[in-house]
């Protein structure tokens, strides 16, 4: 009996993002790393006033979802990419007609072999940040950019 390859954890991996508007690849981004692929259920505040005779079990509300964080390595100035999303941003704080993007972020391993996705709808870029710089120290400097989103699906490749 032979196992089925992606049935165990990946030990060597990377993350790739695409970010769509109005429909079109905007941007595509290699990430080092990422946090908040997460969903929860929104449970809805009970009644105040009496007090049923029985407890009730306790009544869904809808879904919640974390900030997506990602982190990539700093590139050249020449790349556009984090100009673009400064611009981006600076357009949604002063309130300009910005669409909502698409987002995929795909897990590959080793190989460059797409193991699992996700596909963001609604999504907006929160926060941009460079990490701190210290030249006493070998590493790499990294951005960090956080989305918010209004829902996520697994991208389904079988």
Do not use: H
């Amino acid at each position: 009996m032979s196992l089925d390859p992606y049935s165990y954890p990946v030990a060597g991996f990377s993350f790739e993002l695409t970010l769509y508007k109005d429909g079109a690849i905007w941007k595509e981004i290699r990430c080092q790393s990422v946090t908040g692929i997460e969903m929860s259920i929104k449970w809805a505040t009970p009644p105040t006033g009496k007090t049923p005779p029985t407890p009730l079990p306790p009544l869904a509300d809808g879904l919640s979802f974390s900030d997506l964080v990602v982190t990539k390595g700093v590139v050249p100035a020449s790349n556009a990419d984090d100009l673009d999303i400064i611009s981006y941003m600076q357009n949604q704080a002063s309130n300009t007609a910005t669409p909502f993007l698409e987002m995929t972020l795909i897990l590959l391993n080793e190989q460059g072999e797409a193991l699992r996705g996700w596909s963001y709808r609604g999504v907006i870029i929160f926060k941009w940040k460079v990490s701190g710089f210290d030249a006493q120290k070998s590493g790499f400097a990294v951005d960090e950019i956080t989305f918010k989103y209004r829902e996520f699906t697994l991208i389904n490749w079988k």
